[in-house]
């Protein structure tokens, strides 16, 4: 297929007999299962299905009537304070201590002029939600070294809806709704991680989960994290039915003020990003495909065929020829975005841990999901004109099966006088992700199991997620974690708790690597990969150069992952946390493990 990237010149034969399947990038070009089985969930064209030959089922399609020819372009996005709701605490203060009571709750909002209201979830910090537009809205504003705590109430109905597809064998609690937030880059206490590690059970109708941020210098800086439902075995729907929210941590250098250290943009000129891609019936219920195989609900991958920004389809943004700042997150479930934005020039200035040293001019911005991007964008050489937000197919090494979906967003160039632009040449209060080596590697595998039977799973070294902890770094310990990819695609390894520095990325020989460490039923475990090393280690892009909480895995690597594992102060160990991949339909499906930190 056209979008596959990646090295066509490696890999071996794809072996459809074995029950455990490691393909390739060279396998799927000629012809893997897999890759033609997501093409036919996700486009639903079930005529293909029987030129593929026995080894496919085809795939029931999700709902009838999906939307066809909506109009892009034609409503505005929606910004904090109009349209996105800024949360209000019930004691203390927005940006500084503050005490919030969420409720989970079912609403209704149209996403598209075309369309009627499409049924939502939501969290609620007792206003109602008025002031939300579309399908995602709440932004809670932070401060560095000010704590915010916070309820989450489950008012959500106890079963899940047709419209979310349950896979009961993945859900200890069945259709029954049971929450969980995490907060998306959080450096907290094991009990407020929102982790199915500590609570795998998650909370019922009427129960509340209470935590708190500590919003702890220097591990969290001035940075957007977002928070997000991380239901066990149910992240991927609760999540796609609207359970996220942004929240943006300011500090002393990064005010969010117009005299802010740094002379960033602020106010009006600073815009939020929330990118999602969503399939959308003719009714504006958001539609979830199910699988084709025989007892089997849950599919390997979610996407989508629109976009959403704000909660809104293909909305619009009206700016002036001037320098804005974009706050980028890719909310996806497993879309791997590559932006860019023809006419304006771009200067990336932070990622997932905040702002960088210096800015990094950019011609583009890649983003797996989870991950977020700080970006300058420059409008003042295309006054009265209009530019598109454009997403294109990730180049080399990413590999994914993803559709390509092209147009993000428009951007509405004022015609005006243009505003002088400043970039600075160094960032006050940025960083750099430097660590000293780790004092322990761990080995840590990326397996797909059994693809396209009632048994498909992937694994972490080939435990399911309730075997036992394997990964123990000592508090305060750096530790490197060289995560193996086996799989044919890219994964996005996300670390709870702990902020890392991308070391590198090295090729191996997964046959050799393979034969070395032997496989079960699960996949294969982990070992030390460098005797099977092919090639030199690639050093990180310069846009990984900060410090992440999500990075991206390529197959036939391994990658470096550094570490220091601290814990908030006050907070003693054993603690235990999560680490997976956040393509959450595989996170969902054993792409999960605990660690704990002692």
């Not at 203060?93 to 009571?101: D, I, L």
């Not at 959500?156 to 049971?178: F, I, Q």
């Amino acid at each position: 297929p056209e979008w596959v990237g990646g090295d066509l010149r490696r890999g071996r034969p794809f072996n459809p007999g074995g029950r455990i399947a490691y393909c390739s990038v060279a396998s799927r070009a000629r012809g893997n299962v897999m890759r033609r089985r997501t093409l036919l969930t996700y486009t639903g064209a079930l005529a293909a299905a029987a030129a593929l030959g026995p080894l496919v089922t085809a795939p029931r399609p999700a709902l009838a009537g999906r939307t066809r020819g909506l109009t892009k372009f034609i409503q505005p996005l929606p910004l904090p304070g109009a349209g996105m709701v800024v949360a209000t605490p019930v004691t203390g203060v927005s940006g500084g201590v503050a005490h919030y009571a969420f409720t989970q709750v079912p609403i209704a909002r149209q996403v598209h002029p075309q369309l009627p209201p499409t049924p939502l979830w939501a969290f609620d910090d007792g206003s109602g939600l008025a002031d939300q537009a579309g399908s995602i809205g709440m932004v809670v504003l932070a401060r560095t070294g000010s704590p915010v705590s916070a309820d989450f109430t489950n008012a959500l109905p106890t079963r899940y809806p047709s419209w979310l597809p349950v896979d009961r064998r993945l859900a200890p609690h069945g259709d029954e709704v049971r929450l969980m937030t995490h907060l998306h880059g959080g450096f907290v206490a094991a009990t407020s991680d929102g982790s199915p590690a500590v609570t795998p059970d998650g909370f019922a109708y009427g129960e509340t989960q209470s935590v708190t941020y500590p919003n702890e210098a220097p591990q969290q800086p001035a940075s957007l994290l977002w928070f997000h439902d991380h239901g066990m075995g149910t992240t991927r729907l609760n999540v796609f039915a609207g359970l996220a929210g942004a929240y943006l941590i300011r500090d002393a250098y990064d005010t969010g003020d117009a005299w802010n250290a740094n002379g960033l943009p602020s106010g009006t000129y600073e815009i939020p990003l929330v990118i999602q891609d969503r399939q959308i019936s003719t009714d504006g219920t958001f539609a979830y495909p199910i699988s084709g195989i025989a007892g089997v609900t849950w599919v390997g991958e979610y996407f989508g065929d629109i976009v959403l920004v704000n909660g809104k389809v293909w909305p619009y943004l009206e700016v002036e020829p001037r320098l804005y700042r974009f706050r980028i997150l890719n909310a996806c479930n497993g879309r791997i975005l590559d932006l860019d934005l023809g006419g304006a020039r771009m200067w990336q200035i932070g990622d997932d841990g905040g702002l960088w040293a210096e800015p990094l001019a950019v011609s583009h911005v890649v983003l797996s999901p989870a991950s977020r991007a700080d970006v300058l964008v420059d409008f003042s050489g295309i006054a009265g004109t209009t530019t598109t937000l454009r997403n294109q197919r990730p180049r080399h090494p990413i590999v994914t099966p993803a559709p390509p979906l092209t147009q993000v967003m428009q951007l509405r160039v004022a015609n005006l006088d243009p505003a002088p632009v400043s970039i600075p040449s160094t960032l006050v209060g940025g960083r750099v992700a430097h660590l000293p080596p780790g004092s322990t590697r761990r080995f840590i595998t990326l397996n797909e199991v059994g693809m396209d039977t009632d048994a498909w799973i992937l694994t972490l070294n080939g435990e399911s997620f309730d075997a036992a902890v394997t990964e123990a770094p000592a508090a305060g310990e750096v530790e490197d974690w060289y995560y193996i990819n086996l799989t044919e695609d890219t994964h996005p390894m996300h670390i709870h708790l702990a902020m890392h520095q991308l070391v590198g990325r090295v090729p191996f020989d997964v046959e050799r690597y393979l034969a070395a460490a032997g496989t079960t039923g699960m996949g294969a475990p982990g070992i030390d990969p460098t005797p099977f090393v092919t090639g030199p280690m690639i050093p990180p892009d310069p846009t990984e150069r900060g410090f992440k909480d999500t990075t991206m895995v390529h197959p036939g690597t391994f990658a470096v992952l550094r570490a220091k594992f601290y814990l908030p102060s006050g907070v003693a160990p054993p603690q235990r946390y999560v680490h997976h991949c956040h393509i959450v339909e595989h996170e969902d499906n054993q792409m999960m493990r605990p660690f704990e930190v002692v």
